[in-house]
């Protein structure tokens, strides 16, 4: 090993903690996206990361130059190989402050779609799958569980993700 590569070896992580602490603290709004995807029985579809604890809904964060619902789109095709057949109800845009105090995140109502298999467990999705809204695995958040009630009782959503 050089000089060089033990350098960047031991001055990587101090790196990433300096640029995540610079991004938390410097960057704009950011926008996220997620989706109450449901199938014929109410059941949702819930996914579980490899980089953050319980289960959520699908989703994630709006590129430069993209609709919500084409982060949308690309979301649930990326996490659970789902295609929109249908257009999805737009169902609130919340705060999300578990990440930075500038984080919005608007939530959809997918109940037309395709999908032909579970995806294969990767590196972001570990796991993934349809569920009852009685029998939601224990460590499914707390907004998660939120969204899910406000949609299948049909109430105002509340204002904020947390």
Known sequence: MTALQAL???????LRRAFHL????????????RGVVLDGDDRVFLVRHSYVAGW??????????????????????????IELTGEPA?????FNGH??????????????FRQDRLPEPNREIV???FYAADALPADTTRGTRL???E???GAAPMATWR
């Open 22 to 33: 610079y991004w938390l603290t410097a960057r704009g709004m950011t926008l996220g996206v």
């Open 90 to 94: 737009l169902h609130g845009l919340f």
């Open 147 to 149: 969204r899910i009630s």
């Open 99 to 112: 990440v930075s105090r500038r984080d919005h995140v608007a939530v959809y109502v997918v109940r037309q």
């Open 127 to 129: 796991e993934c799958g």
């Open 151 to 153: 949609v299948l009782d």
């Open 8 to 14: 960047r070896r031991r001055l990587e992580p101090q």
């Open 56 to 81: 959520h809904l699908p989703g994630g964060g709006v590129e430069i130059g993209e609709t919500f619902l084409e982060a949308l789109r690309r979301e649930l095709s990326e996490e659970g190989r």
